[in-house]
């Protein structure tokens, strides 16, 4: 499933020969992350990667706020950067903010020094910009191995994963998200989605946008409250 979204890549064999398992959101083998809560619990978090993204993230956040809902999202540190602004304005709003590596490298091809400088390039560009947040960690395409979970560890992260994924890489249309993210949902879910893209800034969010729009009124209607991770963890 997530190997789909760099297949027919030059590192496409190279992660089918490293093991589906270091790339699978829920599997456990290589130690413990964060999935989700136990099956029916009335709790949701929308956890949105790849930003900060000019101009989408500011329009995900005005509907966030609209629906008074707090999300959790997971910045690439290039991009906080380059616009300190924009997770300033995340943070301001009340939203969890969590490290996805300086510049979204597949981690699990890199070495423990390079893992290293990932995150605490990372980590030091959110501080700079927002100052103190989370100690939530999320791996590139979901990639880990021993070595990353290692590393997180001694740097103090939690790795967070996820158990629902809106498959919304290449912007489908949103009914095509929502469907997907629907057919999973069961309560306790951590659910992926995104409002930047890893290759550049300004990757065009509209449809996962209108897609949280909606899911957030059919989920709110069943009696769901959608928290941060960090409120989940600790719930
Ligand atoms: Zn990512």
New binding site residues.
């Given amino acids: 499933m997530l190997a789909s979204v760099i297949a027919g890549t030059a590192v496409g064999t190279a992660i089918v020969a490293a093991g589906y398992q270091s790339m699978s959101p829920t599997g456990q083998w290589y130690g413990r992350t964060f999935t989700s809560l136990s099956r029916g619990t009335k709790q949701l978090a929308l956890t949105f990667?790849?930003g900060p993204n000019d101009p989408d993230t500011l329009k995900l956040l005005e509907v966030l706020a609209r629906h008074n809902v707090r999300a959790t999202f997971f910045l690439i540190g290039r991009y906080v950067r380059e616009r300190p602004d924009l997770a300033r304005e995340i943070a301001s709003s009340g939203h969890a903010i969590g490290n996805?590596t300086y510049t979204?490298p597949l981690l699990i091809f890199q070495n423990e020094a390079e893992i290293r400088k990932q995150l605490s390039g990372c980590r030091a560009a959110i501080q700079d910009a927002v100052g103190e947040h989370s100690n939530l960690f999320r791996p590139?395409?979901g990639g880990r191995r021993p070595a990353v979970l290692r590393v997180a560890g001694k740097l103090g992260f939690d790795p967070i994963m996820w158990n629902v994924t809106g498959h919304d890489w290449n912007a489908p249309p949103a009914a095509a998200i929502e469907v997907k993210v629907a057919r999973q949902i069961r309560g306790g879910d951590v659910i992926l989605l995104h409002d930047g893209g890893?290759k550049q800034m300004g990757a065009d969010r509209s449809q996962t946008i209108l897609a949280t729009d909606h899911l957030i009124v059919r989920y709110k209607n069943e009696g769901y409250d959608f928290v941060t991770i960090p409120a989940m963890i600790k719930s």
């Fill in positions: 990667d790849d996805h979204h590139p395409f890893h």
